[in-house]
């Protein structure tokens, strides 16, 4: 069974970087079968996509807020990571990592529980 | 830019049947974009439930079906039970690794 974990700090103060990282356990993150997401969802709204990265390193960004995120991989340990640039009140949000199976299917098939991320002084 | 729209909200009774739907503000859904469909409730990761436009994902209730109708990807749920009261995510595939959610549709059982 896939189980995916965040780790990372849970208070961050404004202008400074947001830094999480997913763990994999229970499968190779550098499998060609899938890719590897984050999504978050600020209190009492929706589920925002943020981006996608492969084993390979290629990524995929939301085309309107790529400019502050980057999401990288490292196969040694199974973890990706994502990294907000220049945070403010407005990123307070649960952080989501998920799975997403690719190849003729194209979607998110395992998430973790999601991480609450605070912005605050 | 791309927008993925959902109803905000509806309401069904239980034992009844609702239709929720999944559209693009500029264009037609089609199973080229790999519509699926997850379920939150409150405090609660999202669990998938239709992934591939149709395809119920393991352990999913026969009651939630999905498909295409017209130019939008469509969620139905037949029998509605109190803990279907839920809000719902529709998500396009748009292209190489470029995922896009719907704003959500909460769904009241009463």
Not at chain 1, 87 to 108: G, K
Not at chain 1, 114 to 119: E, K, W
Not at chain 2, 64 to 72: C, R
């Amino acid at each position: 069974q896939l189980l995916l974990q965040e780790s990372g700090p849970r208070l961050v103060k404004p202008s400074e970087t947001l830094s999480l990282t997913c763990t994999v356990f229970g499968g190779s993150i550098s499998s060609s079968s899938y890719y590897w997401g984050w999504i978050r969802q600020p209190p009492g709204k929706g589920l925002e996509w943020l981006g996608n990265i492969y084993y390979s390193g290629s990524t995929y960004y939301s085309p309107s807020l790529r400019s502050r995120f980057t999401i990288s991989v490292d196969t040694s340990t199974n973890q990706f990571s994502l990294k907000l640039s220049s945070v403010t009140a407005a990123d307070t949000a649960v952080y989501y990592c998920a799975r997403l199976r690719r190849s003729n299917m194209y979607y998110f098939d395992y998430w973790a529980q999601g991480t609450l991320v605070t912005v605050s002084s | 830019q791309t927008v993925v729209t959902q109803e905000p909200s509806f309401s069904v009774s239980p034992g009844g049947t609702v239709t929720l739907t999944c559209g693009l503000i500029s264009g037609s859904v089609s199973a080229s974009y790999y519509p699926s469909w997850y379920q939150q409730t409150p405090g609660q990761a999202p669990r998938t439930l239709i992934y591939n436009t149709d395809t119920r994902s393991s352990g999913v209730p026969d009651r939630f079906s999905a498909s295409i109708l017209g130019n939008k990807a469509a969620l139905t749920i037949t029998g509605a039970q109190a803990d279907d009261e839920s809000d719902y995510y529709c998500v396009l595939y748009l292209a190489t690794g470029i995922s896009l959610f719907g704003g959500g549709t909460k769904l009241t059982v009463l």
